[in-house]
């Protein structure tokens, strides 16, 4: 099993920046990615960016690439999104997800591609 623990989330105006991170423990953690999903009041979640654990390989959508960043710190079993000018349509409850086993071809966009989630953090952007 696979506990998946985001942190880093607040309240924070447009323009700023946020750093939220993704602890995972339990099993001998080794995924084939982790990726940040969004879910704003009203919507159905969406897909933010993801990472390939292996070799760094990222992608993210349209709405957020130049503004934020995935990256991962395999020693701390760690993933993070880095969110820079943040826009108010950025308020969201932030979840990470992990997937275990690899796939070839798409970008993992899908929450069905996801093996494990985290419980989430808010993320609120004011004016």
């Known amino acids: 099993q696979v506990h998946l623990v985001e942190s880093g989330g607040g309240l924070v105006q447009a323009g700023g920046s946020l750093r939220l991170s993704c602890a995972a423990s339990g099993r001998t953690f080794i995924p084939y990615a982790m990726g940040w999903f969004r879910q704003a009041p009203g919507k159905e979640r969406e897909f933010v960016a993801r990472i390939r654990w292996s070799d760094y390989s990222t992608y993210s959508a349209e709405s957020v690439q130049g503004r934020f960043t995935i990256s991962r710190d395999t020693a701390k079993n760690t993933a993070y999104l880095g969110m820079n000018s943040l826009k108010l349509e950025d308020t969201a409850v932030y979840y990470c997800?992990?997937?275990?086993?690899?796939?070839?071809?798409?970008?993992?966009?899908?929450?069905?591609?996801?093996?494990?989630w985290g419980q989430g953090t808010q993320v609120t952007v004011s004016s």
């Open positions: 997800a992990a997937r275990m086993n690899s796939k070839l071809g798409g970008n993992l966009v899908r929450e069905e591609e996801y093996d494990y």
